[in-house]
Every structure is written in structure tokens, then in C-alpha cells.
């Protein structure tokens, strides 16, 4: 598969009902020639290798399947990256899909733009729970122009690009993914958040384009971002956050210092919430929140007093446990009595 302008990653598991919708929203004739289909199965129980082995035997030039044990979101991710060989690769929930149109003159466009680290598109999503569509807002103008990240102040990037500081925006180069040596956390879900956040931080170069490619899902119950699965996972957010914090830099580019809070932010806000207002001790059980908290203080006083104003139905919930050492239980009592009035 030599010579593909783009490699999609397409993670899956248990994913029968949803990745004939991706995998189809993908196959033009237009450009099936220049785009390489990566589906993992990451130890389906299901139909899911059944369904990409019929799809790999109509188009086996376009299409592999790397068939693993379960490792989560992140082990899949990383076996997709280290198979990949187009110019640039973009991940493809198998839940989700992209507009057909869109991503053809994506495709073509490749061709054409100098290269670059990342590139961001817009996307739009489909909320089937509130029967809405949100399409992304458009990034910067003009479009098509190669940036230097490192040079661009804050008062250059528009309020809506930290928005859209989401897998769904995202493709990157493939060589510059493989030359950092990247690596998702392996064995949990979430790992989303260290896919956009440790690359982007090394990267150098970016373009913005003007197509709306990803078509983001929300509908089912077993959803990762569903509320109770984010509680129930709550050992997942930890140990990304861990990483996170260990590996903490003092970056002086002022686009990637605000990066780097807005991960913090993405990862706290479903940390803490998870943490402050579950109703089940042992969710939280050998967690010590409070002193990776701490840790926290320590390496970035900026991102620790900013996360401080992080709300729940008004209620300043971190601060509070941090002043008040308030546990889990009474912050839980609170939210409940917020929601009644």
C-alpha cells in the first residue's frame, strides 16, 4: 500500500451495528487509490472481523485489518500508527463516519498543500439523544496557508480553535507521528486527550482547511462520554492525568502553553467531576486524588488555581474540596440539592 496519501485508523470493538457506516463513508472511486483503510479489531466479540474481512476482500489494496487481543482504545490506536504508511493519518471512530463529499475534496487537497505536522478540519456532530446537529465553527481565515505554530501569538488564533481541541479536527503527518516515537496509554479508554495534546506540542507546522470531514456520534448508552461510564472509568481518567502531570513541560510558545491548559482542563474537568460526585467509595477506591492535586501545585501553579474555576451547576466543586476538604459524599448531597432548585 505504497504510496497513499492518507492512512484512517479505524479502532473497533464490538462495533457491528456501526462500522459498515464508517468504512462505507469512506469508499469512493474517486479516491480509493490514494487512501489506505487500517481497521483494528481490538478482540471483538461480534460480528466486527467478520464484517472488515468482507470489506478487505473487495478492495485489498485500500484496506488492512490488524486482528489483536483487547487492549483498549489506546493499544488500537498505537497498532494502527506503527502500520500506517500514508503521507498523512487521521483515527476514525468506528461509531462515527465521515461526510463522503467532504473528505473527498480532503483527499485531493493533500495532494496539493505543502507539507505539515497537523492539519485541522471541521466537523460536525450528530447528537441523536437531543436530535440536534452542531456543525464545528470555521477555525481561521484564510485557510490553506501553512503556519508556524511557534510564531503565532494568542490575539492570531480565534476563541472557537481551542473548541475544537478534539481527535474529530485532527489528521497529522504520518513520518512526524513515527518520529516523536508516539504512544497512547495502553489498557483504558480516554486516550483521546494524549492524542492531541503530546503531538501537538512537539509539532511545528499547521494548516487549516475548510472541509467539513467528521461526523461525530453520540447515541449509544455504552458510550465512553456517557456520564456513568465516565464515573465507572473514573481509573482511566486518573492514570492519563498521571502521565500528564509527570510529564509536564514549561513551554514557552504561547499557542502551546494555552494547548497544553486546555488538556489539563479536558482531562480535570472529567477527573474531578468523576472523583467529587460519584456515589460509590469504591469507584474512587485507591485513588489519591489529593496528592496528585498537590504534585500538581508543584509543577504548574498556573494550571492548578485555572482548573480552581471549574463549575458544576454553579457550584465551584474543586475549590471547595480544596478549601473545605470536602469528600466526595457532601459534594454529591450538594449537586443533588442544585439540581432541585
Not at 134 to 157: A, G, H, Q, R, V
Request: aromatic letters at 14%; glycine letters at 2%.
Amino acid at each position: 500500500m505504497n504510496n497513499k496519501i492518507l492512512s484512517i485508523i479505524i479502532p473497533s470493538y464490538n462495533m457491528q451495528e456501526y462500522l459498515h457506516r464508517s468504512i462505507e463513508s469512506l469508499l469512493s472511486e474517486s479516491i480509493i487509490k490514494d487512501i489506505e483503510i487500517i481497521i483494528v479489531n481490538d478482540g471483538s466479540t461480534d460480528k466486527t472481523l467478520e464484517i472488515a474481512q468482507k470489506y478487505y476482500e473487495k478492495n485489498p489494496t485500500s484496506i488492512t485489518i490488524i486482528n489483536k487481543k483487547n487492549g483498549h482504545y489506546g493499544s488500537a490506536v498505537n497498532a494502527g500508527i506503527a502500520k500506517a504508511s500514508g503521507t498523512y493519518l487521521k483515527v476514525l471512530d468506528a461509531d462515527d463516519w465521515f461526510n463522503t463529499e467532504e473528505f473527498i475534496l480532503f483527499v485531493k487537497k493533500l495532494h496539493q498543500i505543502p507539507l505539515c505536522d497537523v492539519i485541522f478540519t471541521n466537523w460536525c456532530l450528530n447528537d441523536t439523544y437531543n436530535k440536534e446537529q452542531k456543525f464545528s465553527e470555521n477555525f481561521l481565515n484564510p485557510y490553506d496557508y501553512k503556519l508556524n505554530i511557534d510564531e503565532l501569538t494568542i490575539k492570531e488564533i480565534p476563541l472557537s480553535f481551542y473548541s475544537f481541541f478534539s481527535l474529530y479536527a485532527i489528521t497529522y503527518r504520518t513520518k512526524f507521528l513515527h518520529d516523536i516515537k508516539y504512544k497512547q496509554t495502553e489498557g483504558i479508554c480516554y486516550t483521546d486527550v494524549e492524542y492531541i495534546y503530546y503531538p501537538l506540542i512537539k509539532a511545528s507546522t499547521a494548516i487549516f482547511l475548510d472541509y467539513n470531514v467528521y461526523q461525530y456520534f453520540i447515541g449509544r448508552e455504552d458510550q465512553s462520554i456517557n456520564p456513568i461510564n465516565l464515573k465507572k472509568n473514573i481509573r482511566h481518567h486518573y492514570k492519563i492525568y498521571q502521565r500528564m502531570i509527570k510529564d509536564y513541560e514549561n513551554i514557552t510558545s504561547p499557542v502551546k502553553k494555552d494547548i497544553q491548559k486546555t488538556a489539563f482542563i479536558k482531562i480535570a474537568s472529567s477527573l474531578y467531576y468523576s472523583y467529587l460526585f460519584s456515589n460509590s467509595p469504591e469507584e474512587c477506591k485507591d485513588i489519591n486524588l489529593r496528592s496528585l492535586d498537590l504534585t500538581l501545585r508543584k509543577e504548574s501553579p498556573e494550571i492548578y488555581n485555572f482548573i480552581a474555576n471549574l463549575k458544576y451547576h454553579g457550584l465551584p466543586y474543586i475549590t471547595l474540596w480544596r478549601k473545605f476538604k470536602c469528600n466526595f459524599h457532601l459534594l454529591h448531597k450538594l449537586s443533588y440539592i442544585l439540581k432541585r432548585h
